[in-house]
């Protein structure tokens, strides 16, 4: 008892919903699962209560969550409870705020029998270019998924890549 009200005086405990590389059986888990990034504890499938754009964009096929509610499905995903150090991790892993940013959003539990919400941080792109909105819409991410846009490794792509100059439109190609 005592170990853990010291953990929690020392570390805040987030809740953190992952839709796209970040989930299970994805390419990116292992970041979530690596205890050098810190703790993340999964709590529960869950989707978006309002419905968003999840689409996948660039030549490296990165799923991106688009800010634009009421477009799109409820995106489906999982909660997990992180502490401070993976929350950071997360932040560096998505660019917050220099890409991706992270927003509190109400995630709806798919696993229980009541409609419970929770408030969870999600990382969205919300200066996208108005091109990302006619790419299909996903409700589901999955890399090996039908749509055959497979997900390419950050440590396979070029290092002069510069994802968010590819889908923000507030930066321009230099």
């Not at 703790?39 to 999840?54: N, Q, W």
């Not at 995630?107 to 408030?119: E, G, N, P, Y």
């Amino acid at each position: 008892m005592f170990l853990r009200q010291t953990w929690t005086i020392n570390n805040m405990v987030h809740k953190v919903f992952v839709y796209g590389t970040l989930k299970r059986n994805e390419p990116n888990h292992g970041t979530m699962t690596n205890p050098e990034n810190g703790v993340a504890t999964f709590i529960a499938e869950g989707m978006t209560k309002e419905k968003y754009p999840l689409i996948i964009a660039t030549k490296y096929n990165v799923p991106f969550l688009l800010h634009s509610p009421g477009t799109g499905y409820n995106v489906k995903g999982e909660i997990y409870e992180v502490d401070d150090k993976m929350l950071s991790n997360l932040d560096i892993l998505e660019d917050h705020p220099n890409c991706y940013i992270r927003d509190k959003n109400d995630i709806v539990l798919t696993d229980s029998t009541h409609r419970t919400v929770m408030k969870c941080w999600v990382y969205f792109l919300k200066m996208f270019k108005p091109e990302l909105l006619s790419k299909p819409f996903l409700e589901d991410y999955k890399s090996e998924g039908d749509h055959g846009l497979r997900y390419c490794e950050r440590c396979k792509r070029d290092v002069n890549f510069k994802l968010k100059l590819a889908v923000r439109n507030d930066c321009a190609y230099l």
